[in-house]
């Protein structure tokens, strides 16, 4: 009898098992998923987080591209930037983790792309602008890979899963990334999704640096005319130093000159921007979390530094002397600075101001025209003149600069690249115009005398791509001089 | 003549020897035989034999045959009496031996079946007077009496048994020898002195193939075993203090490897038995605490709570564990009360002072100056230091950053059990308390232990047991974080300069970074983790177990247990607000809540039919584990009062986060032994796990063993050897599980995030960074050949085991290409493989006044990897110093798990700096240069046991080493990564290259030196250490004759006291990057350093 009521136990455990061992966890599984514009949403969000980690986007992607300029010098480990002798160990593998990261945000993308067309509750508006979305992003981090490592492994919604993806030509790169941008141009609205997410006009800016990168400089000019003239956008005034905070300080929440910016927020927790924690000396009172004071420049020993107009205000406002053992007369950036905070930095990384299109323009517009003419110098201008505290629309004899003074395209590209080496100080921006104009040889041996090696011009693919990507060979399809 | 009179005879006469032992062969008889039966009366064994002028032996011989009993006596005392001549017919066995030895000087007793013939006590020349009533009490190890033991006077039929209260009572003549003996117990001689009633305990009897052992779903005498099973007893368990019962099997059982990963109190520590068989999953043994099958390391158990561990090794004994046996077993019994005993308590209470076993020779302030001078020099910077400071550097002895954070911290460990029982119930009641601080100051280590196990008879059918244990662990932690450049407290303690204060003139602290232009912007104040960091881990552990047993009819039981072990953990942790650090207070909070529940019906049959002995098995077994976790945080606080208790105040209140895990397990158990003749044994097991964790077609999979075993000892032409006592070979076959994977991992589950939009916070959704595949179980398929052999009456034993393992559908973390934007997938694809052989030899090698036991095993294990995804590589964890930034341990197709893999130093350059060898010819050091440099596998280790006693003395020794294993010893790394500021070994200092001295052990002073992970850093790890060495004197409690102190022993003992290494940093007991399934081992690098102790500690039983 006993053994019967076993036998039975047994008999239903045995048929109840199979509910016993079905998983069920309190969390989303992707099959169900990526249904609603909410859903969709959440996988939009998702590409930003990556890129926004102190590895890459959040810090040290801009202390990378920043110490390589010839205006600024790097510290401790990061002190080979600034050799030109191309990367060592340390800053290889943050390169790589900074590829990794853009290819995270990439898969991020491609899974938004490819989930779009089967969502079951999406309304065709809303799939243009979020598919839009997704693919500025995607074509946004691309744009970013082939400048740092020339072409690279196309990784669409398509190859997701495929391991064995060889790597792309630059033009090939180009070609994908402009496909991607132009249809976010197209399908984006003026207003975005949400404060930080692109526009149309976030894509005609990027289209615009694409363009001039590809030397295609009356796309460029298009570009760049189409944000400009869409009326949504214009220069903050300022009349003193400080009041660059206005663009640039932690509580900014929304200017007219955003474009298109990586937000970062204080609260809630590791939300917050880490550059400036790389910028500072620890209780020098522009961050107060501490600091690495990870690069540097000099008031007297750089030769840029000593040429920089000292009543510019964007000296005053970017320059602060530091000594720390060096010199007397080290200085340290502070265009990025959180007096207040006691976590992280409120400050946004400004990928795109409506100055950069400004002078995208001036540039683009001369050199498709192949001489300057007033616009592009009034174009110029209104930078130009806000640095001395005048009104931007204003012309201003005391600091406007004359056409006839710069009216061949060499002398007028030449003043526009200096004035955007002023105003982007600090941006990582300046070293792309570098590369892009083909100066960075000329100019670091000018500013530094360093003779810059051929191996620093690119990033190496790192070794965990083509440790696992059997496409990609180790050593031909590897960046010179790695 | 009688047996004192041999005795002064053969002291007189060579060769005593041979006599000696002729009068102890039957002395060892009647001991052994005397509990039987102690008068020939009763025997009616008819016996007819007519002799005439026959020798007394040739009749005895005759007598021998038609009894059947067996004759004992000394030749001489035989060959010495005249002939006789005897005629009877059909007499009794009393009368025929009345005849016999009539007129003789001989008389006989009858002990069971034997006749024992010794020389006749002439009682006429003993005074009546002198003989007087003797009492006395017979005691069994615990204190509990023994009923039914007999006691007889020495060469005399007199004799009794005793009580139910262990007492008896009988006349003897003065000065007489009583023999005390009981089945299963050594017998003792007890001389009479006086009138007081005598107070006799026995020991035990040590009889190898009755011992009991405890194996899965039930217990197996030793001698039935077909499989590789070792035992560490609870004396083994309990001699020295240890944070984790588990160290405890360190170099007893072979096989067994236990490693510290480093000296924290409550540290981690890695067991690993038969070598690593899971690159994904755990590799520590599963552990099953009286019958629970237990997630994790068993840290909450009083070591002196242990009855006994026994260690399942091969795949017959880990086979009925199934998906989780193929890392070993090691089951864990706790005591349990004693049927029919008297109420005992044991008191044990120790108290030790640690400190650390070495202490590093560093720079001084003057070298530390000069070095660096030196640096600045070969580098063109300008000097850091001015002579004038390099003067007074030379007058100071500068800070000892190793004295102001570590000290010499005390250890008190006591534990009181109090057991007992009647005929139908027994208890168990045990407390402990175990408090350690730790050498580095404020880390500590606080135990506190409720165990209670309790077993009730409740009719002759059912019977009902409980055991629960209760613990809570509340430990302060100084986390060695393994960080770069002094960024953590171990590293900075080690590199912050001898040159520079800890605190400023103001009595705030120093803050290292800006203390030198040149220095790391890493390093921290190693004062600030020790005085204003707070992290405390508090556990509370409830592990309980109920089961019923039934019993319907004989042979047949069924048990019916459940089980629930809860684990609650939270961890606060507080940072102070310090200006220094520009921390402005930050709060951690994170609470894990574990509860497992089990349930296991098991029905065993058991019988014996003449030749043939049968042990059935079978089962079904149910056990789940949800596992919650919240945490909370919070930075930016008005005062540090607040610490932990307010998450709400923070200034910036940290996102909560939570999780929820569960994973089931059902499973279908059986297991047959069936035994022929006592000699053939035969065991077939099998078990069905169905796990929650994989996908849904690969839920299911079967784990079948097979053993036999011939104990050949029982074969009658060994049987009658004098030299083998015992001897057994075994063979084992068998499949055997491990659950590599995590509950979900089969699932496309996303990832929750969040980012910010405007300054709002937005949640995300991706997937992680594992890409899902589907699973299959990861398989060991084991064999296994044994031999237990033991000589001399078992007083030499040995077990040897040959096996061989191999785990087939290895589960491997797949790297995927970093563009992917996965990290990696899982897949079933590899292969693995140990062999080994172990050997454990036990030698009673002297056991006379003083006794002296000694046993010691080595274990050989060979591990190769056979096969890996598309021969990938599989790289350990990426190692960063600050300099060097690279992989040491790899994973290759026919290597060793986790080889160190790098470069080859060939010395130096011209000018000084590093210099590698150019393997593959192409001109440059790249990747491509790397080779095997080291094997973190050791090629044996082994223990060594040796106890000896004499009169109330004890000395016991406990030594433990390990061969042929290297260290990587990544702290060397700073040595290369000059221009940091960082401090240095002295030896940096006194030997470095210069032009003058280029035969240096360390290159030029440069911060442009080529470092990279090379042979330098790769040291042997090889060592000895006399683990453990205790001297106990027993205190003569017995002659306090008092009822209630039974035994006292009192103990100083030193811990890791000496160490025979080569190995040059803190200790060669480390393994960082230690944990269940980790492949970078061997690695040492800025952790907390083991402790050396010095103990004395008390044992009471009352």
């Known amino acids: 009898m006993k053994q019967a009521i076993y036998l039975l136990i047994a008999a239903m455990l045995v048929t109840s098992c199979s509910k016993v061992l079905e998983e069920k966890p309190q969390a989303i599984a992707e099959e169900n ?45 990061h002190a080979p930037l600034n050799d030109y002798a191309g990367l060592d160990n340390t800053n290889i593998t943050r390169v790589g983790d900074i590829w990794a990261q853009f290819y995270e945000a990439i898969r991020n993308a491609n899974i938004v792309i490819k989930k779009i067309p089967g969502a079951k509750a999406l309304n065709a508006a809303d799939s243009a602008r979020f598919m839009a979305e997704a693919r500025f992003m995607r074509g946004l981090l691309y744009f970013h890979l082939v400048r740092n490592w020339a072409g690279v492994p196309l990784r669409t919604e398509q190859n997701m899963t495929v391991l064995d993806v060889p790597r792309a030509t630059t033009d090939a790169t180009y070609q994908f990334l402009l496909d991607d941008l132009t249809y976010a141009a197209d399908n984006l609205t003026e207003q975005a999704r949400l404060d930080g997410a692109p526009t149309k006009g976030s894509a005609n800016a990027v289209l615009a640096d694409v363009y001039m990168n590809l030397h295609d400089y009356t796309k460029a000019k298009d570009a760049a005319a189409a944000v400009v003239n869409s009326n949504k956008y214009a220069l903050v005034q300022v009349s003193a130093a400080d009041d660059y905070d206005k663009i640039f300080g932690p509580d900014v929440q929304a200017s007219p000159e955003e474009v298109f910016y990586l937000k970062f927020s204080r609260t809630p927790a590791d939300q917050g921007f880490s550059y400036p924690m790389y910028a500072h000396y620890p209780n020098s009172g522009y961050y107060k979390p501490g600091g690495y004071y990870t690069f540097y420049s000099d008031a007297v020993q750089n030769k840029f530094m000593t040429q920089w107009d000292k009543n510019d205000l964007r000296y005053k406002y970017n320059w602060y002397v530091q000594t720390f053992g060096l010199t007397n007369t080290t200085i340290l950036n502070k265009k990025f600075s959180d007096k207040v905070t006691n976590t992280a930095a409120g400050n946004d990384f400004p990928m795109y101001r409506y100055a950069d299109v400004v002078l995208f323009y001036a540039e683009s517009a001369a050199r498709a025209a192949d001489a300057p003419d007033a616009n592009a110098m009034e174009m110029l ?45 600090s941006e990582a921006k300046h070293w792309f115009d570098l590369k892009r104009l083909g100066t960075v040889k000329q100019v670091i041996k000018d500013m530094k005398n360093i003779t810059v090696a051929d191996k620093h011009l690119l990033w190496p693919i790192p070794t965990n791509e083509y440790n696992y990507n059997k496409a990609i060979d180790p050593v031909k399809d590897q960046n010179p001089g790695y | 003549m009688n047996f004192k009179a041999i005795l002064r005879h053969t002291d007189s006469q060579p060769p005593w020897i041979a006599q000696t032992i002729r009068v102890m062969k039957i002395a060892a008889i009647i001991l052994l035989t005397a509990c039987l039966q102690v008068s020939a009366n009763g025997y009616s064994q008819e016996i007819t034999i007519s002799r005439n002028n026959t020798s007394l032996e040739k009749v005895c011989r005759a007598i021998e045959k038609q009894s059947g009993y067996v004759f004992f006596f000394d030749h001489h005392l035989l060959d010495g009496a005249p002939a006789i001549n005897i005629d009877i017919k059909g007499a009794p066995l009393k009368e025929a031996m009345d005849i016999c030895l009539k007129n003789l000087p001989l008389t006989y007793t009858v002990v069971g079946k ?56 009988l006349n003897a003549p003065a000065n007489a020898v009583l023999v005390i003996s009981y089945l299963g117990y050594e017998t003792l001689e007890v001389t009479v002195s006086n009138n007081t009633p005598l107070s006799i305990q026995l020991k035990p009897v040590v009889n190898r193939s009755s011992e009991v052992v405890v194996i899965g779903y039930g217990v197996a005498k030793k001698s039935d075993l077909t499989g590789a099973v070792s035992q560490i007893r609870s004396e083994d368990i309990s001699v020295q203090p240890l944070t984790n019962a588990m160290q405890a099997l360190a170099g007893r059982a072979p096989g067994v490897q236990v490693m510290q990963n480093n000296g924290a109190p409550g540290g981690k520590i890695s067991v690993r038995i038969r070598g690593v068989n899971s690159i994904l999953g755990s590799n520590e043994p599963l552990y099953v605490i009286d019958g629970f099958p237990f997630n994790g390391s068993p840290d909450f158990l009083q070591p002196s709570d242990i009855a006994s561990m026994e260690v399942l090794k091969d795949a017959s004994s880990t086979a009925i564990y199934g998906s989780r046996g193929a890392n ?27 400190s650390v076993t070495k202490k590093m020779r560093l720079m001084s302030p003057l070298q530390y100056g000069t070095l660096y001078n030196e640096q600045a020099k070969n580098d063109n910077v300008p000097l850091y230091f001015t002579q004038q400071q390099l003067d007074e550097f030379a007058k100071s002895p500068g800070t000892d950053w190793q004295d102001l954070v570590m000290h010499n911290a005390p250890l008190s460990n006591t534990g009181v059990t109090v057991s007992g029982g009647g005929d139908k119930t027994r208890f168990s009641v045990g407390a402990g308390m175990y408090l350690q601080d730790g050498i580095v100051r404020n880390s500590d280590y606080k135990r506190y232990s409720l165990r209670g196990s309790i077993e009730h008879e409740i009719s002759k059918v059912f019977a009902l047991s409980y055991n629960v244990a209760l613990t809570k662990i509340d430990t302060r932690l100084q986390n060695s974080q393994l960080g770069n450049r002094g960024s953590d407290l171990i590293s900075a303690m080690l590199m912050a300069p001898p040159t520079l204060s800890p605190y400023l003139e103001d009595g705030s602290y120093r803050r290292l970074t800006t203390a030198y232009p040149f220095i790391s912007n890493a390093i921290i104040n190693p004062m600030i983790p020790i005085y204003e960091v707070n992290e405390r881990l508090k556990a509370n552990r409830v592990f309980s177990n109920a089961a019923l047993t039934i019993k319907p009819m004989e042979d047949l039981s069924i048990r019916i247990s459940a089980g629930i072990n809860n684990q609650d953990d939270r961890r606060d942790i507080y940072s102070n607000i310090e200006p ?42 149910y056990q789940d584990n949800v596992q919650t976790v919240m945490r909370g945080s919070g930075i930016g606080f008005l005062s540090d009062v607040l610490n932990t208790g307010s998450l709400q105040s923070a200034a910036t209140p940290g996102i909560p986060n939570s999780t929820y895990e569960k994973w089931a397990l059902l499973s279908f158990i059986g297991r047959v032994n069936y035994t022929l003749l006592e000699k053939y044994l035969f065991t077939v097991s099998m078990r069905r796990d169905g796990s929650s964790r994989y996908s849904k077609d690969n839920k299911w999979g079967n784990f079948p063993s097979a053993a036999v075993a011939w104990r050949m000892s029982n074969e009658p032409w060994i049987k009658q050897s004098k030299v083998i006592s015992d001897l057994k070979i075994r063979s084992s076959y068998g499949a055997s599980g491990s659950t590599a994977i995590n509950p979900y991992q089969t699932l496309n589950l996303l990832t929750p995030g969040m980012t910010t939009f405007g300054d709002a916070a937005f949640i995300t959704y991706a997937p992680g960074e594992t890409l899902p595949n589907t699973l299959k179980w990861e398989t060991t398929y084991q064999v296994d050949f044994g031999v237990d052999l033991g000589l001399f009456r078992d007083r030499f034993h040995l077990t040897a085991d040959f096996y061989q393992k191999r785990t087939k559908n290895l589960l491997n973390k797949v790297q995927l290409p970093s563009s992917m934007g996965y990290k990696n997938t899982v897949r079933n694809v590899g292969e693995m493989q140990n062999k080994g052989m172990e050997f454990a030899i036990d030698v009673q090698a002297m056991d006379n006044a003083v006794k002296w036991n000694i046993g010691g095993n080595i274990a050989f294990n060979c591990n190769k990897v056979l096969k890996l995804y598309n021969a990938q590589d599989i790289y350990g964890t990426n190692l960063y110093t600050g300099s060097l930034n690279d992989y040491v341990n790899l994973l290759r197709e026919g290597q060793p798990f986790g080889i160190f893999y790098g470069y080859v130093e060939k010395g130096y350059s011209a000018s000084g700096n590093l210099e590698y060898e150019d393997l593959n010819k192409d001109g440059k050091i790249s990747a491509a240069d790397k080779t095997y440099i080291g094997n973190p596998n050791p090629d044996f280790t082994y223990g060594i046991n040796s106890v000896t006693t004499y009169k109330g003395f004890e000395l016991t020794l406990f030594i433990q080493g390990s061969q042929g294993n290297d260290i990587f010893n990544l702290n060397k790394a700073a040595t290369l990564d000059l221009g940091m500021g960082l401090n240095l070994p002295a030896e940096v200092a006194e030997n470095h290259w210069t032009p003058e001295h280029t035969d240096a052990k360390y290159p030029k002073i440069t911060r442009n030196l080529a470092g990279n992970m090379s042979t330098r850093f790769v040291e042997n790890g090889s060592y000895l250490k006399l683990k453990n060495i205790q001297l106990a004197y027993n205190l003569p409690v017995e002659r306090l004759h008092t009822k209630w102190f039974r035994k006292a022993q009192v103990y100083i003992s030193a811990q890791n006291m ?9 200790d060669p007991e480390v393994n960082v990057y230690g944990s269940e399934n980790s492949v970078a081992q061997g690695i040492d690098y800025s952790t907390y350093p083991v402790s050396k102790s010095f103990t004395v500690g008390i044992r009471c039983g009352f």
């Open chain 2, 580 to 621: 220094s650090t520009n921390s402005v207070g930050k709060a951690d909070v994170n609470t894990a809540q574990t509860q497992s529940l089990l349930n296991e019906n098991v029905i065993n049959y058991n019988k014996r039919l003449g030749i043939h002995a049968i042990n059935a098995m079978a089962g079904f077994t």
């Open chain 1, 33 to 77: 998923f990526y249904n609603s514009p909410a859903e969709v949403q959440a996988g939009l969000n998702a590409i930003y987080k990556p890129i926004r980690q102190g590895g890459s986007m959040g810090a040290l992607y801009q202390c990378q591209l920043e110490i390589y300029t010839e205006y600024m010098y790097g510290r401790g480990s």
């Open chain 2, 1058 to 1066: 000496i160490t025979f290494t080569k190995y040059s940093w803190y």
């Open chain 1, 381 to 425: 201008n209104r930078v130009h003149r806000r640095a001395y505290g005048k009104p931007t629309a204003t012309p201003d004899a005391t600091v406007d600069f004359k056409l006839s003074d710069y009216s061949t395209l060499d002398a007028f590209v030449n003043l526009v690249v200096r004035e955007r080496t002023y105003e982007n100080c």
């Open chain 2, 328 to 354: 070993g077993i090691v089951m864990i019994t706790t005591k349990t009360g004693k049927k029919k005993e008297g109420t005992t308590v044991d008191v044990a209470s120790s108290y030790s002072i640690q």
């Open chain 2, 114 to 169: 034997n006749i024992v013939i010794m020389a006749k006590e002439n009682a006429a020349d003993q005074p009546e007077i002198l003989r007087q009533e003797v009492s006395g009490k017979v005691k069994g190890e615990d204190g509990g009496p023994l009923p039914g033991a007999t006691v007889k006077v020495k060469n005399s039929t007199v004799g009794t048994v005793t009580q139910a209260d262990g007492s008896f009572r």
